[in-house]
C-alpha cells in the first residue's frame, strides 16, 4: 500500500452527528490533502495544508472542519452534514507543495454516508 | 485555468491486446502532468508523471504515456492488456499546489 491510512474506511452517521476522519501519512511528507469523490463528478480538492498551515480551502461548508496537528496527521471534523455530502473522502501527501512535480500518494479513503 | 479532459467515461479492450486512455489538456505554461489508476474500493495509486525532456513516459505495471504537444494530448498506453488492469483511470494537471483531475475513464479488459 501507499503509506498513507485513513479511518475509519467505512462511516454512517445521521445530519445531527459529530464525527472525525483521520488521515496518517508514513512517508515523511509535508503536505497533506483532502479530497471529495463523488459518483459521477471530478475529484474535488477540499484543503490543503502545508507544513501544518493551510493553504488552501477550496470554498468548503463550514459544516467540514478540517486540523492538521503535525505534518503527519490530518483530521476533517463533521458536523450537521447534508445526505449530499455522502462520497469517499481521500486523504493524500506529498512532498511539499511548492514543487509542481511531485506526485501525491492516497489514503484509501473513507466511505461516509449521511442518512 | 489548467484542466484535463477524458472524452471515453469507458474503455473496452480484450485481454493481450495493446490499449489507450486517452486524455487532453488545457495549460498555460509548461504542463506538469500525471496519469493515476484506482482500484474498487482503494484510493488512487501513481501510475506516471511526464514534467519534462522525453516525451514518452515510462511507468508502473507496464504503463507508458505519450506527451504531445501539438495534439495537447497525454495519452495512457500498454502493449498488451491483463485483466487486472481493469480499473479506473485518471489523467490530472499540476495547478499551483493542487492536482486538477479529470473524470475518469473505465477500462475493462475482457479474458
Known amino acids: 500500500e501507499t503509506g498513507v491510512t485513513q479511518t475509519p474506511r467505512h462511516l454512517v452517521m445521521g445530519m445531527t452527528n459529530k464525527k472525525s476522519l483521520k488521515c496518517e501519512q508514513h512517508?515523511?511528507?509535508?503536505?497533506m490533502y483532502w479530497y471529495k469523490q463523488s459518483a459521477k463528478k471530478p475529484l474535488e480538492l477540499m484543503f490543503v495544508y502545508n507544513f501544518k498551515e493551510q493553504t488552501e480551502n477550496n470554498s468548503v461548508p463550514s459544516r467540514f472542519s478540517p486540523e492538521c496537528p503535525n505534518s503527519s496527521h490530518l483530521f476533517l471534523h463533521l458536523h450537521t452534514l447534508q445526505p449530499e455530502d455522502s462520497a469517499l473522502y481521500l486523504c493524500?501527501?506529498?512532498?511539499?507543495?511548492?514543487?509542481?512535480?511531485?506526485?501525491?500518494?492516497f489514503g484509501p479513503g473513507t466511505r461516509l454516508t449521511v442518512t | 485555468a489548467q484542466s484535463v479532459a477524458q472524452p471515453e467515461d469507458q474503455v473496452n479492450v480484450a485481454e493481450g491486446n495493446p490499449l489507450t486512455v486517452k486524455c487532453t489538456y488545457s495549460v498555460s505554461g509548461n504542463p506538469y502532468l500525471f496519469w493515476y489508476v484506482q482500484y474498487p474500493n482503494r484510493g488512487l495509486q501513481f501510475l506516471l508523471k511526464y514534467i519534462t525532456g522525453d516525451n514518452l513516459v515510462k511507468g508502473s505495471y507496464g504503463f507508458e504515456a505519450e506527451f504531445n504537444k501539438s495534439q495537447t494530448s497525454f495519452h495512457l498506453k500498454k502493449p498488451s492488456a491483463l485483466v487486472s488492469d481493469s480499473a479506473l483511470y485518471f489523467c490530472a494537471v499540476r495547478e499551483r499546489q493542487k492536482l486538477v483531475f479529470g473524470t475518469g475513464t473505465r477500462l475493462l479488459v475482457s479474458p
Open positions: 493524500a501527501s506529498s512532498q511539499g507543495v511548492s514543487s509542481g512535480s511531485r506526485e501525491q500518494y
Open positions: 512517508l515523511g511528507h509535508n503536505a
